[in-house]
C-alpha cells in the first residue's frame, strides 16, 4: 500500500493562532483536518475538526489569501491510519 502523508502546519497572522494536522486517509484523498491550540500534544488536548483541505497544502508555506493569516509547516512525513 502507497504510504499516507500528513502535515503540521501553524496557522499565524490571526486573531487565534493554531496549528492544523493535516493527513491523506487514502492515497490521492482530500486532507482530513484537525486544530489545535499547542502543539506538540503532549497529554490529553482538545481537537476541533474542520472541513476536509485540498491537497496543496501539504507542500504549501506561506500567505493565504482574504487575510486569512500565514501558515508554516513544522512538520511532515508518512503515517498509517
Excluded: K
Excluded at 499516507?4 to 482530513?32: C, K, N, Q, W
Amino acid at each position: 500500500m502507497e504510504a499516507l502523508r500528513y502535515v503540521i502546519l501553524h496557522h499565524s497572522g490571526i486573531a487565534e493562532p493554531h496549528y492544523d494536522l493535516l493527513f491523506e486517509t487514502h492515497p490521492g484523498s482530500m486532507l482530513a483536518t484537525w486544530r489545535s491550540a499547542e502543539w506538540p500534544i503532549e497529554s490529553r488536548t482538545p481537537v476541533t475538526r474542520l472541513r476536509d483541505h485540498r491537497r496543496l497544502y501539504l507542500d504549501y508555506e506561506g500567505d493565504l489569501s482574504d487575510n486569512r493569516g500565514s501558515v508554516q509547516r513544522l512538520a511532515e512525513g508518512a503515517c498509517q491510519i
